[in-house]
């Protein structure tokens, strides 16, 4: 492939995240096109390891474009499917209309099939951007449980804090070595976009209900939103209402509810501003109503 930013008097830079200056550079892009500040991860360790980011940077070390990809294995039916996700596509705007995000895109896009992953992810609010290259949209689902009997619980339930370092050591510890929370369509192993995503919704309430399962929920009113559960088994529905003490009017699941136990499901769709688009070998391996966890949204 040409170096398309020599003409513009740019410079290709893949794989940077190890330049502080660099990575400082991208932050910028992101904090300045979508007034997001990806830095907040910096409490929780280094950027994913996994990431592989193509960047076009100017002569004062801007960085003008970007496009990432990043391993994010999913248990797709069972199997874990070696899958990526596409994140931080952005160009600023005096750079806009040249081509570089199609050759930012090309190269990332070039890149994950020569490393062999199976699936490709994204969730973009321009789909159309994308479906050139064959990605396609899936619906998705939240999943509405009827309340189950409340159970005596003798569990002790405590609030984590995203400031205390206990806290956070726990967390990271259980994304580790979490079991997915649904065999159907989950996250296998990815715990940067968790720790961010919980940083950037202060509603989000992190719990732990024993040493080895921390649930996510909001509560809005008398809605009870399970949004993901970190932990080395899946707790029931029951079990987690009742640690919890909370006894909601409307449950709504963020995920696909196989392992949490709970009898009768309604689906309703789960309309989205920023739909989930996939394409790839293990694609049409991906059946049935589906929700991509909150925790896990890149
Ligand atoms: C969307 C964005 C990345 C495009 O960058 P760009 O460098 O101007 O794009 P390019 O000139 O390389 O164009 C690439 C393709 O996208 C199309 N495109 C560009 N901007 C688009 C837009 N806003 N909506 C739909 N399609 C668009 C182009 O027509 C071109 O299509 P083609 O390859 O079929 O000819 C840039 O406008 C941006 O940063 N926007 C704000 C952040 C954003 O929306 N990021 C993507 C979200 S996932």
Known sequence: MADFGREHGLMLRQDYFGDPSAWQALVDLLQDTFSIDVNLQASFGD????????GYFD???????????????MMINGRTVKAAGYQSGAVRPEWRGRGLYRDLMQRAFAWAIAEGFELDMLLTSKPVL?????????????FVATKPKPVTSSTVARTLSLQATDDLRLMKALLERRKPVSRQFAVARQMEMFHLNACFDPAIQLTAISDDAIVVWTIDGNVFRLLDIAATA?????TILSALDVEPARIE???????????????EPYESSI??????????????PLMLSPMAEF
């Open 275 to 288: 739909p989930l688009m996939v394409r790839g070998k293990a694609a049409n391996e991906i059946t049935g």
């Open 59 to 73: 002569s004062d070390g801007r960085c003008v474009a970007n496009f990432t990809v990043f391993s994010m294995p």
């Open 130 to 142: 994308y479906e050139g290259y064959g990605f396609k949209t899936v619906p998705q689902h939240v």
């Open 253 to 267: 699941i963020c995920f696909p509810p196989d392992l949490l136990d709970c009898g009768d499901i309604e689906l």
């Open 47 to 54: 950027p994913d390891p996994t990431s592989m980011p193509f």
């Open 234 to 238: 899946i707790p029931s529905l029951q």
